[in-house]
């Protein structure tokens, strides 16, 4: 019975080792117990996707708009109604200050001018047995009034040009602009009365000294000094008018904001030069960031770019956009080792709330994008004596074939095909240096490499 049994085990040894053989043999495409054994690679399908290249850099989050609020003079303060955080909006008052020395002094100068008016006046008198003298003084207040005409109309032309952009952004009624509008018409109106009262002073007195020769000298240079010392106060009244109307502009807010800094207390006075206030738009950000001379070729305004960071939300979705490119390179450090860069600036354009002015911001610059393309990895290719691309692709029969293989735009392991392999191929992953054309390979699978 033990014999039988032995027998038949024998017989069932035999038959496995015939089955392994022909499957040996199918495998390799050699028979034989001594045959080579076929060389056992992996493969990937190729396939069509998205496909994109990017460039990883880090920036600084700022803030793009930013008012400061500078005095060329140390101003008194006599109150502040803001501080560090206060939303405010276009024409707030932001501080009080006590102009009550320069009220004064302008309301001196305009005494002084009237008291030098009457002067004038007197002198006029003096002089009138010289009817020459009182056609100077004539023209001397004529071009008086040209001058003063001619520096109105400036005034309302730059009211005019503020006012033109204050009402493209919406901060004043096309009422208020059409009021400016008519200033202007009315100054240069202004303007043209004075010029024509100025071309009939000249004729009179051309008249005058042709009929009188005889004309008071020394009268009429005493007018004519008056005259001078009434434009000379005249321009010191406008320019204390100024000075005061700057410090009150100061005291508003010129757009909507965030305080983001204070340096001003009530009762003391402020610093002069630097800034009393700092207000920022908070509805615009932008990153500033160094890009490495090497990569910096591959960067075009409009790109866009993906924005995180270790205070950003990982929920968010923080998108920009390439808005500036730097004319020149500087030396700037790049993680943490000096190098040739050029500056870059990124606008946010989604999800602004999620950052703020002084954040550190890792920004990936999508620098090229391609949907549904034949799609190959690098580890697919081998390159040549040539540096072509080569790449192995398995045939139905279980022979490789060699094919040379044109790329186009690259990812950081991936490559666009445009010549040399055909989607649906199986390609050989990571050939070896014994991979040839025309052999035959087995296809293993994932089970396989298991163990499975």
Known sequence: MKKKIGIAVLIIGIVAIMIIY?????????????GGKAQEVEVTVMQRDDLYSSILITGTVLESNKWEVISNTPLQ?????????????MGQELFAVD???LIAELNQAKL???????????????????????????????????????????????????????????FISQEEFNTMTKAVEEAQNQL????????????DLAALLKSNNQANQSSQIDVTIQVKNLESLKMNITTLENQIKEISDLAYATGEGVVTEVHIIAGEQSPSLTPMLTLMDMNKMKVEANVREYDIKDITLGQKVIITGDAISKSASVEGEVSFIAPKAIQALVNGKEAT??????????????????????????????EQVLVASYDMFR?????????????????????????????????EVLEGLKEGELVINNPSLSLKDGMKVKVISDLEKEGI
């Open 22 to 34: 022909n499957l040996n043999k199918d495998t390799t495409g050699e028979g034989g117990f001594g």
């Open 112 to 170: 002084n001018y009237e008291i030098q008016t009457l002067q004038l006046e007197k002198l006029r008198s003096i002089s009138s047995t010289s009817t020459a003298a009182g056609g100077e003084i004539t023209l001397e207040l004529s071009r008086l009034a040209v001058s003063t005409a001619e520096k109105f109309l400036e005034e309302q032309r730059t009211n005019l040009e503020k006012s033109r952009i204050l009402l493209s952004e919406g």
């Open 77 to 89: 303060i006599n109150e502040v109604f803001v501080e560090v955080g206060d939303h405010v909006t």
């Open 341 to 370: 860069t050029v500056p870059i600036e990124i606008t946010i354009v989604k999800d602004m709330n999620q950052l703020k002015p002084g954040y550190t911001a890792d920004c990936e610059i999508t620098t090229s994008f391609k």
């Open 383 to 415: 390159d040549d004596r040539d540096n072509n691309k080569l790449a192995y692709v398995v045939m139905e029969n279980g022979i490789v074939e060699e094919r040379v293989v044109v790329l186009s735009i690259t990812a950081d392991f991936d490559a």
């Open 99 to 101: 102009m009550t020395d």
């Open 192 to 203: 043209a009365t004075s010029k024509l009262n100025l071309k009939r002073a000249e004729d």
